[in-house]
């Protein structure tokens, strides 16, 4: 409103009601523009206006309701990026960056192993930017089973039997060998050959726990869950998780020659593969 003292003069010199639209601020009575309830101080945009997007709160973080700067947003990231990554399961090509394997198969029953092994070489990338950042000097890679499962059928009174689980084991500490490790930037890789340490003719595998599969067996599942990570070290610190776990599996799908060679063969259902699988075995 305006017009000197006189409430029925607007500020262009128009007679209108104060109370009106033209006359001030609309059907009722009005208050000056602020925040409501002052938590912001006085003149401040509100957050949700054109000029306030870019308005930080007064403890320094990006008003409410809006998404933070790219600087920001990308800086948050960057704080929880790990200095390792990991760049190939490798369970098919030949073992390349852990010296003593570097030229052997990996993959399912590879040649050269025992028969019902299976074989993968497991490789990370260190960020150089990141590990310099995070003052890391030092790596060990590492392993845990998740989980280990081994199942059977039977030839009982001539017929097979459903499968049955025989031995079932939880998490447990499985880090690979010092000597099947590659723990110099800017590869770091281990080497893991999970299965049965048994000849093709052998009469019963040893499984988890050492639990034996029956004589009278003609079926055997060994399923293999495992968990792989990097640690990494700062000068005079302990050892800490410098990459994200990656879970794999291994899986020995056998089935015996009853009736000629009395030999185990590989059947559907061997693999080494990346995720961890569960369940009855098909």
Not at 17 to 40: D, E, M, Q, W
């Amino acid at each position: 409103m305006g017009g000197d003292s006189n409430p029925w003069v607007s500020s262009s010199g128009e007679v209108a009601h104060p109370l009106s639209p033209r006359g001030g601020g609309g059907a009722g009575a009005a208050s000056p523009p602020g925040p409501i309830g002052g938590s912001v101080p006085d003149g401040t945009a509100h957050p949700q206006s054109p000029a306030g997007k870019n308005l930080q709160s007064p403890d320094g973080g990006v008003a409410q309701g809006l998404k933070p700067s790219k600087s920001k947003a990308t800086a948050a990231a960057d704080a929880k990026k790990f200095p390792v990554t990991l760049v190939k399961f490798n369970n098919k090509d030949k073992g390349a960056i852990v010296t003593d394997i570097k030229g052997h198969p990996m993959g399912p029953h590879p040649p050269g192993n025992f028969p019902f092994v299976n074989a993968v070489e497991i490789v990370f990338k260190v960020d150089a930017d990141l590990a310099k950042k995070a003052r890391i000097t030092e790596y060990r890679c590492r392993q845990n089973v998740f989980s280990q499962e081994m199942w059977e059928r039977e030839l009982k009174d001539g017929k097979v039997t459903d499968w049955a689980k025989t031995a079932n084991t939880g998490k447990e500490p499985d880090d690979p060998d010092p000597l099947l490790q590659a723990t110099t930037p800017p590869d770091l890789a281990y080497h893991d050959a999970p299965g049965f340490m048994a000849v093709a003719k052998s009469e019963q595998f040893s499984g988890p726990g050492g639990k034996l599969t029956s004589k009278t067996a003609v079926m055997v599942f060994l399923r293999q869950n495992f968990v792989g990570w990097i640690d990494g070290r700062r000068k005079n610190k302990d050892w800490e998780p410098v990459s994200d776990e990656v879970k794999w599996h291994s899986n020995q799908s056998l089935v015996r020659d009853i009736l000629f060679t009395q030999s185990w063969n590989s059947t559907d259902g061997t693999e080494i593969e990346l995720g961890h699988t569960q369940g009855i075995p098909k």
